[in-house]
């Protein structure tokens, strides 16, 4: 499973959540790490919808997709030794003086996966960035272990009108209609500081698109 992760394959996660249960997987997302904008049922326009299922829940292709916040907050888990703390957000606070104040506001942690599971999990993780076949390896930064994830959000399908004109690869199309690529990682390894999700839009195709968003990630941890 380590280098299925660290190759970003598919296969393997559709597996193990079939042997799991997506109504627990569903039920995890929804209730342990707050992901919020999940469907569970719903009909639109005659059109029924759920998130509960194999390629929702183990490939993405979840209805709404998920906020960057709550991903972020979510993925933090792994670093935060299992434990999940409501994401919180501020704006910039100065003094009479024109001094930056910073706030400190604390949120209780709530237990979303064991310690245990969580250290599994960010070896696991490094290995993505450190392998030479994982698909983060762009997000290596020298002299600090970085634990990260590649994945990459479909836009649009190639037609077959544009395969018989000879529209092959997702970086032939237009722009608009290439595909994101997406990074979630964090840093350092064993007292994790930093939790970056990087969303690029229209970067290409599954690979390129990972190179792209891993290596937004490297550079703005360097700038940490």
């Not at 509960?52 to 960057?68: P, R």
């Not at 190639?158 to 964090?186: D, Q």
Request: include cysteine; hydrophobic fraction near 35%; charged fraction near 25%.
């Amino acid at each position: 499973m380590q280098n299925a992760l660290a190759r970003s394959l598919n296969l393997p996660p559709v597996r193990i959540l079939n042997s799991y249960g997506c109504t627990k997987s569903f039920k995890f997302l929804t209730e342990k790490v707050g992901i919020t904008t999940l469907v569970e049922s719903e009909t639109k326009n005659g059109k029924k919808y759920s998130d509960i299922g194999l390629s929702q829940l183990a490939l993405g292709g979840v209805t709404y997709g998920v906020n960057t916040p709550e991903w972020t907050a979510a993925y933090a888990i792994f670093g935060n030794g299992g434990m999940y703390y409501e994401p919180t957000f501020y704006s910039k606070i100065t003094s009479n003086d024109g001094k930056e104040v910073y706030l400190e506001k604390k949120t209780e942690g709530v237990r979303a996966i064991s310690e245990e599971t969580a250290y599994i999990m960010n070896r696991m993780l490094k290995t993505a960035v450190d392998s030479s076949q994982g698909t983060g390896k762009a997000a290596k930064i020298d002299g600090l272990d970085v634990c990260g994830k590649t994945g990459t959000s479909q836009v649009r399908n190639i037609s077959k009108t544009e395969r018989e004109k000879g529209v092959l690869t997702n970086e032939e199309l237009k722009w608009h209609m290439r595909n994101h690529g997406l990074f979630g990682g964090y840093a350092p390894l064993d007292n994790p500081k930093y939790v970056v999700c990087v969303v690029t839009e229209h970067s290409g195709s599954s690979s390129p698109a990972a190179r792209t968003a891993a290596t937004v990630m490297r550079e703005l941890l360097k700038r940490i």
